[in-house]
């Protein structure tokens, strides 16, 4: 029960951060700074929502360790369609972001083992 609550709470967090945010900077932001918010987008807040994803899945990795991957693959159609960018340009930002998750799952599994073994 309590990992569909966090897997709940990873969807809407994707699909604010993958489909809102980009739509938002959009229709918003003037045309000569939204390449900054572009890059700040793909760069900075996706590869740290990448890593939070995977934190939370190590909790329950064995039940959990399909989170990283769905969650990447849910950035290709939600940005491309927000922000009108062709699929082909961006794919492998996701394959990035599934990496990052299941490096950061793999990370915090590991941690979390170490430290149930030290005591």
């Not at 569909?4 to 938002?24: E, H, Q």
């Not at 045309?31 to 939370?56: E, T």
């Not at 961006?90 to 799952?105: D, E, I, N, R, S």
């Amino acid at each position: 029960m309590r990992a569909s609550r966090a897997v709940v709470g990873m969807l809407a967090a994707a699909g604010v951060a993958y489909g809102a945010v980009p739509a938002f900077a959009a229709a918003f932001v003037p045309s000569d700074v939204g390449m900054v918010v572009s890059i700040l987008l793909l760069c900075v807040l996706y590869p740290a929502l990448s890593i939070a994803l995977g934190i939370v899945s190590a909790r329950a990795l064995r039940a959990l360790w399909w989170v990283p991957g769905v969650f990447a693959s849910l950035f290709l159609p939600l940005f491309c369609f927000s922000m009108g960018v062709p699929l082909g340009d961006v794919w492998l930002y996701a394959v990035g972001y599934a990496a990052v998750g299941y490096v950061a799952a793999a990370m915090g599994f590991a941690l979390m083992c170490g430290g149930r073994t030290a005591s």
